[in-house]
C-alpha cells in the first residue's frame, strides 16, 4: 500500500513487536566492559560488602569505647591494603585512609583534625560513637540485593557500582546487528575532498547524512545496537533489493533511507514485504516497517529530521524490543523539582529517584552512608547548591536511565 492512503496511527507500531525475533544469546563479560549491553540475568550481589568496617575518613582507626582518650599508634592500614594481622590492644589506634579496612578492634574513626599527636601517642578529646566516620560492614549492599534487573541496560555508574562491591562480571544478551542501506543516484558518500563537495553540492548532488546521523543516534542512545555495516547505493531498485537480501542474511535488522515517497523510486513498495506503510506522523510520514522471517525491515524518509523521527517513534521501539530491553539509558542533564529539603553549607552531588509528575521531572533523594552507586533505586544525579535545597526547587540532574515508558 502507498503511504498516502491508510496512514497507520504511530501506537500501531507495537502490532509489529510479536512478529519479530527476541535476541536469546547470552554471553558472560566483564563488567568493565558491560557498559551498554543489556543484563540477561538479575545481578544479585554475592555477599556483603564491605566485609569489615571500611575507614570513611583519613584519620586514625580506634575502639569507640575507650573515647575520649589517649592512643599508642602501633601501625597504618592504606586502601588496598589487607591487614586481618594488625589486632589493636586496648588503648591503641591505627593510622588509615579513605577505603581502608578497619584493624580487628578497632570501630570509628577519629579524623586527623579532629587528633592531637603526642610523640607516640594520639590524643582525643571527645567521644566518638561506633561507626563513626566508617562505613559498616553490608552498608553498600547486602548479601541478596538484586543491583541490576534483567533487561537493564548497563550504565557506567552501574559498572561503578559493580565493580565497587567486587561484581567482577555479568551475563549480558549480545548485541542486535543493524544493516542500513542509503539509497539516491544523487548520494556523494564520504571521504570525499571538501572543496569538491562543495562544489557537488551546488550542482545539486547531496552529500550522505540521513544515514549517517540514523547510525549516529543508533550508536549513541542504543548502544546495545551494533551498526555492522552502511551501505549507499542509487536508485537502481536491483541494486536496493540485492542489499536488502544480502543484509537480512547477515543481521538482525535492515534500515533503509531514501527512496520512501509514493514515485516510481520507492523501493520499500517494491519490495513487497508488505507491513506497516505509513504513520500519522510529520515529518516522516512515508515511515514503514516489514518482517521477514522475524526480522523488521525499516523504509525512512531521505530528510534527516524525517529520519529521525521515524527512528524514534518507530524503528527505536521495534529494537529494544528485539534487544530484551527494560529499562534504557538516561539522556543527560535536565532540569527537576526536588522533593525534600536537602541540607548543607557546601556544595552537593546526590543520588536521586527520578519520575514524571504533573508538574514534569521530580527528583527524590536517596539516603544513604556510602558513596558507591550501589542503589538500584538511583536513576540520576541532582546538583544541590551551597546552602542546601528546599523542596520545590530547581535542580540540574544528570540522568543516567531512561524515564520513557515502554
Avoid at 567521644?127 to 534483567?150: C, H, I, M, W
Avoid at 506522523?281 to 524518509?301: E, I
Avoid at 522533593?339 to 521531572?361: C, F, K, S
Amino acid at each position: 500500500m502507498r503511504y498516502l492512503t491508510g496512514l497507520n496511527p504511530v501506537s500501531k507500531v507495537a502490532d509489529i513487536l510479536p512478529q519479530v525475533k527476541r535476541v536469546e544469546e547470552v554471553e558472560k563479560v566483564a563488567a568493565w566492559d558491560a557498559a551498554g549491553r543489556v543484563a540477561a540475568r538479575d545481578v544479585v550481589a554475592p555477599h556483603d560488602y564491605p566485609p569489615y568496617p571500611r575507614a570513611a575518613y583519613d584519620g586514625y582507626a580506634v575502639s569507640s569505647e575507650e573515647t575520649p582518650g589517649r592512643f599508642k599508634l602501633v601501625g597504618a592500614v592504606l586502601v588496598g591494603q589487607y591487614r586481618r594481622d594488625l589486632v589493636l590492644g586496648r588503648g591503641e589506634a591505627a593510622y588509615v585512609t579513605v577505603g581502608a579496612f578497619l584493624p580487628e578492634g578497632a570501630d570509628a574513626v577519629v579524623p586527623e583534625e579532629a587528633a592531637r599527636k603526642e610523640g607516640e601517642l594520639v590524643a582525643v578529646e571527645r567521644r566518638f560513637e561506633k561507626y563513626a566516620n566508617v562505613d559498616p560492614p553490608g552498608s553498600y549492599v547486602r548479601k541478596g540485593t538484586v543491583l541490576l534487573r534483567q533487561g537493564t541496560v548497563v550504565t557506567p555508574f552501574d559498572v561503578v557500582g559493580l565493580l565497587d562491591v567486587g561484581i567482577t562480571s555479568l551475563y549480558v544478551y549480545r548485541k542486535l546487528r543493524l544493516g542500513i542501506i542509503a539509497t539516491g543516484d544523487e548520494l556523494v558518500a564520504p571521504p570525499i575532498d571538501p572543496e569538491v563537495a562543495a562544489e557537488l553540492v551546488m550542482r545539486g548532488r547531496v552529500i550522505e547524512s540521513t544515514a549517517s546521523l540514523v547510525s549516529w543516534y543508533i550508536q549513541t542512545y542504543m548502544p546495545y545496537v551494533e551498526v555492522r555495516e552502511k551501505a549507499v547505493l542509487g536508485d537502481r531498485h536491483e541494486e536496493v533489493r540485492a542489499a536488502v537480501e544480502r543484509f537480512l542474511q547477515q543481521y538482525d535488522a535492515v534500515v533503509i533511507t531514501g527512496g520512501a515517497g509514493p514515485s516510481e523510486i520507492d523501493h520499500f513498495y517494491k519490495l513487497g514485504f508488505g507491513g506497516l506503510r505509513g504513520f500519522r506522523m510529520k515529518p516522516g510520514r512515508p515511515t514503514s516497517v516489514a518482517v521477514v522471517g522475524g526480522k523488521p525491515v525499516f523504509g525512512l524518509s531521505g530528510y534527516p529530521i524525517s529520519a529521525l523521527h521515524g527512528v524514534v517513534r518507530i524503528v527505536e521501539p521495534v529494537l529494544r524490543h528485539m534487544a530484551n530491553v527494560a529499562r534504557g539509558l538516561g539522556h543527560g542533564w535536565h532540569y527537576a523539582v526536588i522533593t525534600q529539603d536537602v541540607q548543607g553549607e557546601m556544595a552537593q552531588i546526590v543520588r536521586v529517584r527520578l519520575e514524571v509528575g504533573e508538574g514534569g521531572l521530580q527528583a527524590t533523594p536517596i539516603k544513604t552512608r556510602h558513596h558507591s552507586f550501589t542503589d538500584p533505586d538511583a536513576c540520576g544525579v541532582a546538583l544541590v547548591p551551597p546552602g542546601g535545597a528546599k523542596r520545590g526547587d530547581v535542580v540540574l540532574v544528570l540522568a543516567y536511565r531512561d524515564l520513557r515508558r515502554g
